[in-house]
């Protein structure tokens, strides 16, 4: 049973460009996370999704972020624009239920030049 | 404002010498005390979780207990192979979802040989 697959696991973009960060989760999880781990900071949540539902977006920056979790296919989570400050760990972690334990990728480390 | 803290920050054993990381919580209304760990480079991974004061649980050379306000994770004659950073992290008051977490910065435990 393959774990929570992100990718790409690196990705090197220039300020203003988009960054798209993709998501599979565990098989049989429809419960989706988003957290963010910046440089001498702990993880910080930033969104939660299930199948074509966003859930609560509330740790989400309220511009250039967004997140998916489409019926088919992997979730993403989207930067558009890109600044420096958005240079971080981004990690994603699934679950078979609300009240279950988080699964966690390895994480997607973003550096924005 | 709900806060997790965790204590030391950093911590270096000895092979065989047994010590005890802190987590203390302000959420009331506590929906379970979960502990991570995180090895450098990879996502956080599931250790244990708590749910009311008093319960222990164990996991080969760690045991988690938890007190009304602080949860201990003890660490008995630990190897080399225990050094990672220990993340411990609670569901915000009032969220019956327990993947959305705020966790505290870590200890990072280095152990010698």
């Known amino acids: 049973n393959a774990g929570v697959m992100q990718n790409p696991r690196h990705l090197v973009r220039r300020r203003g460009q988009e960054a798209r960060l993709r998501c599979s989760p565990m098989k049989g999880h429809s419960h989706v996370y988003w957290y963010r781990q910046l440089p001498e900071e702990g993880l910080k949540f930033m969104v939660y999704l299930q199948k074509e539902n966003i859930i609560d977006e509330s740790g989400m920056p309220k511009e250039r972020f967004s997140a998916e979790f489409p019926k088919e296919g992997p979730s993403i989570l989207r930067i558009q624009q890109v600044v420096r400050g958005d240079s971080a760990a981004y990690f994603c972690a699934s679950s078979p239920a609300m009240d279950g334990e988080l699964f966690f990728g390895e994480g997607s480390r973003l550096t924005v030049l | 404002e709900d806060q997790v803290t965790q204590s030391p920050e950093a911590l270096r054993l000895q092979e065989g010498e047994s010590s005890s990381l802190n987590c203390s919580y302000t959420?009331?209304?506590?929906?379970?005390l979960f502990w991570y760990r995180q090895d450098p480079g990879k996502g956080p991974e599931f250790l244990f979780t708590?749910?009311?004061a008093g319960e222990e649980k164990e996991k080969e050379r760690l045991k988690a207990t938890l007190t009304k306000k602080e949860s201990f994770l003890h660490i008995t004659a630990p190897k080399p192979e225990d050094s990672a950073t220990y993340l411990c992290?609670?569901?915000?008051?009032?969220?019956?979802?327990?993947?959305?977490?705020?966790f505290g910065q870590g200890t990072t435990l280095q152990v010698k040989p």
């Open positions: 959420v009331s209304g506590l929906r379970g």
């Open positions: 708590l749910y009311s």
């Open positions: 992290a609670v569901p915000p008051r009032g969220s019956s979802n327990t993947g959305k977490l705020i």
